[in-house]
């Protein structure tokens, strides 16, 4: 019998008694071991792997984590959780997730010996089935992948069409997803990236995603509708938050709608991420333009400076300088100018009251709304209204 395993398992008594004992009961299947989640996505890419046995606790990416993360990019393997009693309601969440077993700890070598067997019978079968087609699958994402990097460097693709690649997207976004340069090497963290983007792209709207170098991930991404890229951006910023231990920036272009353009954006992209903060001109002058274009869609929500800095992914101070200097006003003054500007449109409506008003620009108290409005404009809202009235 052959097949290729992998155990997981950060205890090293573990991991070499499960070895020995499949080793023993079959000599020709090929086991790689690994410490962590990041040694085993090394094993994933550089081998072909049909079984992952993988313990329940880790440090760093938990055993569930990392099987929710893989299943999608390596779907032909099946997996086997290892916990103790005590873990046990974390394997019965796996098998409902797609494990296809559990083995509780101390490991009975019988129920071990039992299970590879299955599970190495089904794994040949399926193979001798889909190996061609996974061979064709994996060739078009290489190929797929290669030619996007040439066309985002902006490099020649010689006499290919790509149109075809592109039709199912009348229009559509990049996400730069960038890792900072760090000591240690960051290909665990390249993996989460990859694949938790891709399911978001997946959620949110139609796509791909590819890698563009050691440092970054492109999204291509077309979204039914602004709020579909809002909740996008959100996700996949709280997500990596959450799994990455290095800093990362993500950046978003404006809507495209012809692939030509793809180089210049990426330029774009990648001069606004290359320095945290996005302060290059470009991805500064991108960040406002989204910024002003949050509060006019939102200016009758709650806008603190923290959460419209955190809507484009700035830090709030270097936000706070970053719109005075493009606006020429200051933030909080921005948002009353705008909320009063909104005001007077509504005063010259009939029939609303200024408890409405306010209400609807963002204020829950009329008294506040009504000193704010005085000291914009020197009069009260009623005034402004009777003048607007009396000019007609």
Not at 48 to 60: K, S, Y
Not at 78 to 85: E, F, G, L, P
Not at 169 to 174: E, I, K
Request: aromatic content about 8%; hydrophobic content about 40%; charged content about 25%.
């Amino acid at each position: 019998m052959t097949a290729n395993i992998l155990i997981t398992d950060d205890e090293h008594v573990i991991r070499e008694g499960v070895k020995r004992t499949i080793k023993r009961a079959f000599p020709d299947i090929t086991v790689h071991l690994a410490a962590s989640a990041e040694e085993a996505v090394q094993i994933l890419d550089q081998h072909p792997v049909d079984i992952v046995l993988t313990d329940i606790l880790m440090p760093g990416i938990d055993g569930l984590e990392f099987m929710k993360m893989s299943r999608r990019r390596y779907p032909q393997a099946k997996w086997v959780v290892i916990s103790a009693h005590s873990e046990f309601a974390y394997a019965q969440t796996a098998v409902r997730l797609g494990a296809r077993d559990y083995l509780l700890k101390p490991i009975g070598k019988q129920r071990l010996v039992e299970l590879i067997a299955q599970l190495a019978a089904e794994a040949k079968a399926e193979s001798e089935q889909t190996a061609e087609s996974e061979m064709m699958k994996r060739n078009l994402k290489y190929l797929r992948e290669a030619v996007f990097q040439r066309l985002a460097s902006g490099l020649d693709i010689g006499n290919m069409d790509i149109a075809p690649l592109f039709e199912r997207y009348p229009d559509f976004h990049l996400v730069l997803a960038h890792l900072e340069e760090a000591v240690k090497p960051v290909h665990l963290e390249h993996f989460i990236i990859e694949n938790v983007l891709s399911e978001l792209v997946d959620r949110h709207g139609e796509g791909f995603v590819v890698n563009f170098d050691r440092q970054s991930l492109l999204g291509i991404v077309h979204f039914p509708s602004a709020a579909a890229q809002d909740a996008l951006l959100t996700e996949l910023k709280t997500h990596l938050g959450h799994y990455l231990k290095v800093p990362f920036h993500v950046t978003p272009s404006c809507k495209i709608a012809d692939y030509r353009n793809i180089a210049a954006e990426v330029k774009k992209l990648r001069q606004a991420s290359s320095v945290p903060g996005l302060d290059r001109p470009e991805g500064g002058d991108k960040a406002i333009e989204v910024a002003l274009q949050y509060l006019k869609a939102h200016y009758n929500e709650e806008l603190s400076l923290e959460k419209v800095a955190s809507v484009v992914f700035l830090n709030p101070i270097y936000f706070s300088q970053l719109f005075k200097q493009k606006t020429g006003q200051g933030y909080k003054d921005y948002v009353i100018s705008l909320r009063m500007e909104q005001a007077k449109e509504l005063l010259r409506q009939q029939g609303l009251k200024l408890a409405d008003i306010a209400e609807r620009i963002g204020y829950g108290d009329v008294r506040h709304f009504t000193q704010v409005f005085r000291k914009k404009t020197n009069v009260t809202p009623t005034e402004y209204r009777q003048q607007f009235l009396a000019e007609r």
